[in-house]
């Protein structure tokens, strides 16, 4: 009997503890450390990887935005699915709207500044062919100073005209900045809460927000809502450049990427990102109303039939 209990003993893997959500592995000093949430295999070459997203998951962001969850869920009472929905409704409508209508603010005073640069650059060229004449320089030379003058005085007067009128383009990054950080950050704090097994409430047909849907319709409807968020964006340009028409395929090759992407994270994450998505395309629709226009005045004159614009052109590109 003593023979069979220690063989039982020592047959036992004292290195893995599992749990029905994740997998850890006992660290050689104690602790454990997180390898994901399926199954995988330890490898020596993901450890710097395995550091790296751990640290980022127990960062402090990741904290706060778990410690928001937690909140809006324990003090509104709904289930886990329809409290994801209400926070992202209130993270994107509080923070990221505001900085989308001050986005819009700073294009619409850069391109209200182009008439202006266009004739300040035709009087600009014609003093310095003025002053090319005076000092005997050709155009034939590799790298002519009147060129060089007239690129650096450009500069100049644009920039004057920014600080002018307080519409840097740089500012209209400042969404970008916010936004991509408040995503990770809360689509961790997701996963960190499937993780424990605390975010388990669903709804049809992802009951449990702690598995990936296995049904593939949260990823395929996050896939095709960010293609036509794309296309939307597409349409209010009438001749895009090389350069733009390429990174619009670039973009809709990753809308495209992110249903399998999605596909395998837990259900609580992708309903995320399928609801900052649709939440994101409301406040872009909502952002070309005329009364929001005039609310922000807007020194670019707009069209007073937005919506219906963005129609026809949907129609004239697509079903011609």
Not at 125 to 147: A, D, I, L, N
Not at 199 to 206: D, K, M, N, Q
Request: hydrophobic share 45%; proline share 6%.
């Amino acid at each position: 009997i003593l023979r069979v209990q220690r063989s039982a003993t020592v047959q036992s893997p004292p290195s893995v503890l599992t749990c029905p959500a994740a997998i850890y592995l006992r660290r050689p000093g104690g602790g454990t450390h997180l390898l994901g949430v399926r199954v995988l295999s330890s490898v020596s070459g993901g450890d710097a990887a395995g550091r790296w997203y751990g640290s980022l998951s127990d960062s402090a962001p990741v904290h706060l935005c778990e410690q928001l969850l937690v909140s809006v869920q324990q003090v509104s009472g709904f289930p886990w699915w329809l409290s994801i929905g209400v926070a992202t409704l209130s993270v994107r409508t509080l923070i990221t709207l505001p900085l989308a209508a001050y986005q819009l603010v700073i294009i619409s005073k850069v391109e209200a500044l182009q008439v202006e640069i266009s004739k300040l650059a035709k009087r600009l060229h014609y003093e310095v062919s003025v002053r090319t004449k005076e000092r005997g320089w050709t155009e034939r030379q590799t790298c002519p100073p009147s060129r060089f003058q007239f690129k650096k005085n450009l500069r100049r007067i644009v920039s004057q005209l920014y600080v002018r009128d307080n519409c840097h383009p740089f500012k209209a990054s400042l969404l970008v900045w916010v936004q991509l950080p408040l995503w990770i950050s809360l689509s961790l704090a997701l996963r960190n809460l499937s993780l424990d097994q605390s975010a388990t409430g669903g709804a049809l047909w992802f009951p449990d927000l702690t598995i990936p849907d296995s049904t593939w319709i949260l990823p395929v409807c996050l896939g095709l809502t960010n293609l036509l968020i794309v296309e939307v964006f597409s349409l209010q340009r009438v001749s895009a450049s090389q350069t733009q028409r390429l990174v619009l395929n670039a973009i809709r090759g990753f809308s495209l990427l992110m249903i399998p992407i999605a596909a395998t994270v837990p259900s609580s994450m992708a309903l995320y990102w399928f609801a900052s998505s649709l939440v994101g395309f409301s406040h872009n629709l909502l952002l070309r109303s005329p009364s929001v226009h005039r609310l922000l005045r807007l020194p670019t004159p707009r069209s007073a039939s937005p919506y219906r614009d963005l129609l026809s052109a949907f129609i004239a590109r697509y079903y011609k």
